[in-house]
């Protein structure tokens, strides 16, 4: 099976990224979200992105034109009656998602392929909400996702070794490094990242050290390119206690219990960069 034309369902950071680096892999793209003017939001700043790889001299401004002329905006999820691949990149929620992907089950072909870009849900979950469970897997890309090389491939319990194989392959044309992982709470990535992250925050609010003191250690001492809570509010702070909760709830253990300074932060609407305000402040 040749994946031709992908629809990306989510226009926001993770979404946009994804939209992106697939069309400068020459795919078709159809962006998907609730609004026309948050479609037109995320390709702002692909537009962004793109221009800066011809100001460094990565791409010619014809290329970057033709890139965005390979997305096409939506704010019906119809559109994915004719694509070969679609890409879930929504809120970590699991009934947001069940309904997505009940309806793409609905309408897309037989033949494609139904991706979530989840960070820590469970594909075989999300899987059950269609009738094609061997052609639904997890494509989580790393953020920001034109920048980060990494692709973590999720097999649900009924994925089929050829639903793989096409998205290994997909995920190589568009310049990233996959990585097989089961199927199990924030599987490799946010089952590591999101506890550094949860101490960090239980240091910050013990008084062990500031947020920069925080920062520091790690970026000097572990050789870190970002500390845990600039990272964290890079990511948005709703997220991250999204994620722990699934941890947490997943296994039963207390080292995933989200510390209550990340749950303050999050019900006072501090969420990070997106919100202006997290750990740190941001004009």
Not at 66 to 80: M, Q, Y
Not at 113 to 127: F, G, H, R, V, Y
Not at 273 to 279: A, D, E, L, M, V
Request: glycine share 8%; aromatic share 4%.
């Amino acid at each position: 099976m040749e994946i031709k034309k992908i629809m990306v369902i989510g226009a926001g950071q993770m979404g946009g990224g994804i939209a992106q680096v697939a069309a400068q892999a020459g795919y078709q793209v159809v962006l998907n979200d609730l609004t026309e003017e948050l479609i037109q939001k995320g390709i702002k700043v692909m537009d962004k992105n793109l221009s800066k790889n011809v100001e460094k001299g990565k791409m010619t401004a014809e290329e970057k034109d033709a890139v965005l002329a390979r997305i096409t905006p939506s704010i019906t999820l119809e559109a994915a009656a004719d694509v070969d691949l679609a890409i879930e990149a929504v809120v970590e929620n699991m009934g947001v998602k069940a309904k997505i992907f009940s309806e793409l089950d609905r309408i897309a072909p037989p033949h494609a392929i139904l991706a979530s870009n989840t960070s820590s849900l469970p594909i075989t979950e999300i899987a059950a909400n269609t009738k094609r469970p061997e052609k639904v897997i997890g494509m989580h890309f790393m953020n920001p996702v034109p920048v980060m090389r990494l692709v973590e491939i999720i097999r649900g319990l009924a994925t089929s070794d050829e639903t793989y194989k096409v998205i290994e392959q997909t995920s190589i044309k568009m310049g990233k490094t996959p990585v097989e992982v089961k199927d199990v709470p924030g599987f490799v990535s946010n089952r590591v990242l999101q506890v550094m992250i949860n101490e960090a925050i239980y240091c910050l609010a013990e008084g062990v050290a500031s947020a920069e003191g925080i920062d520091t250690v790690m970026k000097l001492g572990m050789n870190h390119p970002m500390g845990p809570l600039a990272l964290a509010d890079l990511i948005g702070l709703d997220t991250v206690l999204a994620i722990l909760e699934v941890l947490y709830n997943g296994y039963g253990d207390p080292k995933y219990r989200p510390c209550p300074l990340l749950r303050q932060y999050v019900k006072a609407g501090w969420l990070g960069r997106k919100t202006g305000r997290g750990f740190y402040k941001y004009e």
